[in-house]
């Protein structure tokens, strides 16, 4: 009896996700060739939809490998199919893409060449031999370039390039490498480089030329700004201690650390890299990542580099060439640049010619231009690894937008506009919600500027409309004062409850009660005061603040966070005793005594400046965090260490009293370097005992297990991973920050993540 013939259908699979900009449409129509079925495939606003006709099996299959088999950079999700009419055509096509429907848009990130560009860009004949703008479906700008959805070439600032012939064959083949890939060009048609230095001739015309002088300005020792993807960098040799010294006069960085960015040399890369420094794995794997972030490395013998790269610090921020420009000028230049952030010091990073000679006219000696338009800023990525994992410091190039899932519907659309520094935004709708890269610390007009674009321009990207916007609740706040004026329902989400939220949503362990140290800065309290070492139990929108840091009056409020003297002087007041270090205006004195312009504080990175300033008599800083950061570089494990009080408030809460560590490190009173070392170690190893009592008390009275690390003072690798240890070895459930940072880059996506667990 002859067997009936397999059943053959048509089906609709609409795909969301990473599925455009990343060479998606052709392997999806090589797939569809592959195992002999009908139909097209296009590309939705934001979705990527395909029809399919042939035998039930056949499609089944084909929807696994389109997950299993997808290129490396798409991240596609089936989210949906139905049975449709059978297509009009034979054979399988890719058809135009249309704007109907609803988008599930994801915006792609930029991304480093790929191993075929890379060899491509070196191969002598090549017709991209050192085009500085190779690119294809798996590597390149993607991010900075587009203007709207659909990712077409028209929708991005590559319109301006027409494509010449041979570029229309690649584009337009959907078996090239090529195909559909928007910024494709080549020497013939498309961007080019442009030297330009004030008061000097012209070199020439040609991208080989500009190259060169450029290459010339570096090794006579002067700051170059070249434009990137993402924006413009300040390169200096990081060989020259007199080059390095001239960059951080004139962009007015004294002390605060550069990222060095070195040649790729060697089968993986990293031969440069080694001489001077020994990467942990996690480390080579951050490093090599398409991403390109910028890597904190602990440094072997960095004798290749100028001691002022990262002056008192054990760490150099290192990443590799993270465009073909960056891979040929370094590759020419043949040894380290430092590659810093081409604005001035924390506004988001400059991105046209006209500004970059406007506003680094006094620090760069030239300019490295190119004609291809920026469409948006993004600040390079900074990660550092922490327990064997590299986690973000930093969210940019590569990284963002970075979108996360929620727990559950966003009941309106939501625009959260993070803190005061390290500004992020994030827009939620749905279930979904997309965090901006970094924008810089608010303050200057351009920060505020380009903060309001970034806002703007994540609601037409997506297309999406937000009703509500959520904000830090300290009223002063460059982007508390936007969201209230913004004329949209305006709510305040706790600074330290947005940290805590963010934690346990991004982990997904929303439904369990959990208990969270944020510890950070300062932040404002809802009783007023400044928080900073808090501790929490609950869930997002219902957090409990369980204990805290022992409270002290902080002189001179705000300004405490580039003067460690004064935390310093407020815990040794606070305990009746001499200030170990000068206090330069006596009046302060008498103001705290008055309770004049001294709030209480509990926050911990005040302590840790405390501790900075008794053990390394370090009076004033130049930027954020540099006490705690100098005595994290010098800590070794102690010998001895204070163990601190933990005791019961009459709110009901309990306190972590830091006055046994305070009295310890007055009565050391170091004065070698050992001895110093001796001191910020035992300051470690206090706090991360302290963190261990306090979770095994509230594990009594509450119940949870799970415990959470979160706030800008757990980048110290040293105290996070020593309070990793000691809370495991109790038998609790750990979360650290994976995708997001734990500074306030991550309070935007916190704020949105309250929000909900309010609603819900």
């Not at 460059?478 to 709510?491: F, I, N, P, Q, V």
Request: glycine residues 10%.
């Amino acid at each position: 009896m002859a067997q009936p013939a397999p059943a053959v259908v048509t089906r609709r699979l609409l795909l969301s996700g990473r599925v455009q900009g990343v060479g998606f449409r052709p392997f999806v129509y090589r797939l569809a060739h592959e195992l002999g079925l009908d139909g097209f495939v296009r590309n939705l606003r934001g979705d990527v939809e395909i029809v399919l006709h042939g035998q039930v099996a056949t499609i089944e299959r084909f929807a696994r490998d389109v997950i299993g088999r997808a290129p490396p950079l798409a991240r596609p999700l089936l989210v949906g199919q139905a049975a449709v009419d059978a297509p009009a055509e034979p054979g399988f096509h890719i058809a135009a893409s249309s704007a109907a429907l609803q988008p599930q848009i994801s915006v792609p990130p930029d991304f480093f060449c790929c191993s075929d560009c890379l060899a491509e860009l070196a191969r002598p004949g090549d017709r991209r031999h050192r085009y500085a703008f190779i690119n294809c479906t798996q590597c390149g700008p993607r991010y900075t370039l587009i203007e709207a959805l659909p990712y077409d070439r028209p929708n991005t600032t590559m319109r301006a390039f027409p494509l010449c012939d041979a570029c229309r064959r690649e584009y337009e083949d959907p078996l090239d490498r090529r195909f559909h890939a928007e910024p494709v060009a080549c020497p013939v048609c498309g961007p080019h480089l442009q030297f330009a230095a004030p008061d000097a001739k012209n070199p020439g015309q040609g991208d080989d030329v500009a190259l060169a002088a450029a290459v010339a300005v570096l090794r006579e020792g002067h700051v170059l700004a070249v434009k990137g993807i993402g924006g413009y960098h300040l390169l200096c040799d990081a060989r020259s201690e007199a080059a390095v010294a001239r960059l951080r006069v004139r962009k007015h960085r004294q002390d605060k650390p550069l990222a060095v960015m070195y040649p790729w040399r060697g089968l993986d890369g990293l031969d440069d890299v080694r001489k001077d420094f020994e990467p942990e794995p996690a480390a080579v794997d951050a490093l090599l990542d398409p991403v390109r972030s910028i890597v904190l490395l602990g440094a072997c013998s960095p004798a290749g580099l100028a001691p002022n790269v990262a002056p008192g610090l054990a760490e150099v921020g290192v990443f590799l060439p993270y465009s073909p420009l960056h891979q040929l000028l370094l590759g020419d230049f043949g040894g380290p640049v430092v590659a810093t952030s081409g604005n001035v010091s924390g506004e988001p990073v400059l991105t046209s010619a006209t500004e970059a000679h406007e506003r680094l006219a006094g620090v760069a000696d030239a300019f490295l231009h190119h004609d291809r338009p920026i469409a948006r800023p993004a600040d390079d990525s900074v990660v550092r690894v922490i327990a064997g994992r590299a986690r973000p410091i930093r969210l940019g190039r590569g990284i963002t937008p970075l979108e996360l899932p929620l727990p559950c519907v966003v009941p309106r659309p939501v625009l959260a506009v993070g803190g005061h520094l390290k500004t992020t935004v994030a827009l939620a709708w749905d279930r979904r919600v997309v965090v901006s890269p970094h924008i810089g610390d608010m303050g200057t007009l351009r920060s505020e500027q380009v903060f309001a674009q970034v806002a703007a321009d994540l609601q037409r990207l997506y297309d999406v409309r937000a009703e509500v916007v959520l904000s830090d609740a300290h009223p002063d706040y460059a982007t508390t004062r936007w969201a209230r004026a913004s004329g949209l329902t305006h709510e305040l989400v706790q600074h330290h409850r947005a940290h805590a939220s963010a934690l346990v949503t991004e982990h997904g362990r929303t439904d369990v009660p959990a208990i969270v140290f944020a510890w950070d800065g300062v932040g404002l309290g809802d009783d007023g005061t400044l928080w900073g070492g808090e501790t929490f139990v609950g869930t997002p929108g219902r957090w409990r603040r369980a204990a805290h840091l022992r409270p002290f009056r902080l002189p001179g409020g705000d300004r405490a966070g580039r003067a460690p003297w004064r935390s310093a002087a407020a815990v040794c007041w606070e305990l009746g005793r001499d200030c170990p270090i000068d206090v330069p205006d006596p009046i302060v004195r008498s103001a705290w005594e008055r309770r004049v312009n001294s709030p209480q504080s509990s926050a911990a990175g005040r302590l840790f400046d405390a501790a900075s300033a008794i053990i390394l008599g370090l009076g004033e800083t130049s930027f954020e965090g540099q006490g705690p950061m100098y005595l994290e570089a010098i800590a070794r494990d102690p010998a001895a260490f204070p163990r601190l009080e933990l005791r019961s408030t009459a709110e009901g809460r309990l306190e972590l009293d830091w006055a046994p560590l305070v009295d310890w490190l007055l009565q050391a009173a170091p004065t070698s370097a050992a001895g110093c070392a001796d001191c910020a170690g035992a300051v470690h190893a206090s706090l991360a005992d302290g963190i261990v009592q306090i979770a095994d008390r509230l594990r009594a009275l509450c119940g949870p297990s799970i415990v959470g690390l979160t706030g800008g003072v757990f980048q110290n690798r040293r105290l996070t991973e020593a309070a990793l240890a000691g809370l495991s070895a109790r038998g609790f459930d750990v979360l650290l920050p994976v995708q997001l940072p734990c500074n306030d880059g991550g309070l935007s996506y916190g704020q949105v993540a309250d929000f909900i667990g309010r609603k819900v």
